[in-house]
């Protein structure tokens, strides 16, 4: 248990990032620690593994290599299988769980290819443990076995999280379109001021989301500048493993919270929804940053900035589908009622892609931000034209399964430029004045 292969998927264009954690976290190197297209491998320890799932931010899950070989056909998958010593791993008391990804498998149903590697690991406890078999249990296993199929290659891992990374145990209450926090954790470390695995962020300086819906980036930049591990308030698969040792582990924890300390920078969030900044409190409470994070009502086209030194602000604004739901302040009375939810400015905007809000924010930013450095995430190449801001940046990313881009605005004070809308652009182009 002390040389294991581990691969740590994560999104797409967080690999680097997470190859950083992932050498703050382990100190391997070299050709211990490769980068792959949608995750990380590394050479490390049981104890490692544990580790990593303790404090990563950046990965989904933490997998343990097990077995790897060429391949044909189901009959192969099932040799495969049958020669990996699971019962060094679990019990056939235990449940499990066959998940099959595939890229240019040749197979014509991953289905079948999972009921045969599934047939493989009954077989061989049935074999080992005179005739006992352990069950299957799709919803809520004890243990996941992950298979990867390539072209002609078939990877067995077994994995150590159980549930995904991104749940960290605090989120209770969310919005209608919520950010996953390994998300938020990888446009922290893109910005440049979450800097350290393990606690530390750009010196002092402020961090603010002016969306922040139910808190997911706030709450992750506070538990960073407070050194708090990510995965201290969940539990793991791998606690239910034969190789797992209560005292190494919770060794490992009692480190974690020793290493924690106070905010080292000041981070703010607000949002045009009260109901949203509620949920970003009750869930900062749980996430044990409510002292390092503070929180207010107020629409991001008025807000002024939190505090009087400039920092960074790092957004998840409403986009597509989203901008409908977003930033719903609340309904009216009365006759008032009927004319439906009264909203916030997110959603005054004239185009369907929310282009006249972006505009309109930019403008107050140039009022009244500059010396700040603004990240915005959104699917929309074409934003920073609308915005009339010229990007020093552009990071490919990931929401789920939209293609994004995480865009870096540095603000200076500058001439505001009216937004056109459509009636303008219909009347420019009919000669008309605008």
């Known amino acids: 248990m002390n040389d294991l292969t581990l691969f740590l998927p994560c999104a797409s264009g967080v690999e680097d990032y997470l190859a950083a954690e992932v050498h703050a976290l382990t100190g391997a190197q070299g050709q211990d620690l490769l980068s792959h297209r949608g995750g990380v491998r590394v050479r490390a320890s049981w104890r490692d593994a544990m580790r990593l799932n303790l404090h990563t931010r950046l990965a989904q899950r933490v997998l343990v290599q097990v077995g790897h070989r060429s391949y044909r056909n189901e009959r192969d998958l099932y040799e495969a299988a049958s020669a990996v010593a699971w019962e060094l791993w679990f019990t056939p008391r235990q449940s499990f769980k066959i998940e099959v990804t595939a890229q240019h498998s040749p197979l014509q149903s991953l289905n079948f290819a999972a009921l045969k590697i599934k047939d493989a690991v009954a077989d061989r406890f049935r074999a080992k443990a005179g005739g006992v078999r ?126 924690e300390h106070a905010p080292t920078a000041p981070v703010f969030g607000s949002d045009v929804a009260h109901r949203m900044v509620d949920f970003a409190q009750r869930n900062a409470e749980r996430a044990r940053v409510a002292h390092a994070v503070q929180l207010r009502g107020g629409d991001a086209l008025q807000r002024m900035p939190p505090c009087e030194t400039p920092g960074v602000m790092l957004l998840n604004p409403p986009y597509g589908e989203r901008i409908a739901v977003a930033g719903v302040a609340g309904t009216r009375s009365g006759r008032d009622a009927e004319a439906g939810p009264r909203f916030g400015a997110r959603e005054l905007a004239q185009t369907e892609d929310g282009g006249d809000f972006f505009a309109q924010l930019a403008s107050h930013w140039k009022r009244h931000y500059a010396g700040w450095t603004a990240w915005l995430l959104t699917p929309d190449l074409k934003l920073p034209a609308k915005m009339r801001l010229k990007e020093s940046r552009r990071v490919p990313m990931w929401n789920g399964p939209i293609e994004c881009r995480l865009f870096r605005f540095d603000l200076v004070r500058g001439p505001v430029r009216p937004a056109r809308g459509p009636a303008a652009d219909a009347a420019a182009q009919s000669g008309a004045p605008g």
């Open 134 to 259: 352990p069950d299957v249990d799709t919803r809520h296993p004890d243990v996941r076995i992950h298979a990867h199929l390539t072209t002609d290659t078939a990877t067995l891992y077994i994995d150590t999280s159980g549930e995904p990374l991104f749940k960290r145990g605090w989120r209770e209450d969310k919005g209608d379109a919520p950010l996953k926090e390994t998300l938020a954790a990888a446009m922290l470390a893109a910005s440049g001021w979450s800097t350290d695995p393990e606690g530390g962020c750009a010196a002092g300086v402020p961090l603010y989301d002016p969306c922040c819906g139910s808190g997911t980036i706030v709450i992750e930049a506070a538990q960073i500048a407070c050194g708090i591990a990510a995965g201290g308030q969940r539990r793991f698969a791998f606690e239910k493993m034969l190789p797992f040792q209560a005292h190494v582990w919770q060794d490992l924890k009692d480190q974690a919270r020793a290493a």
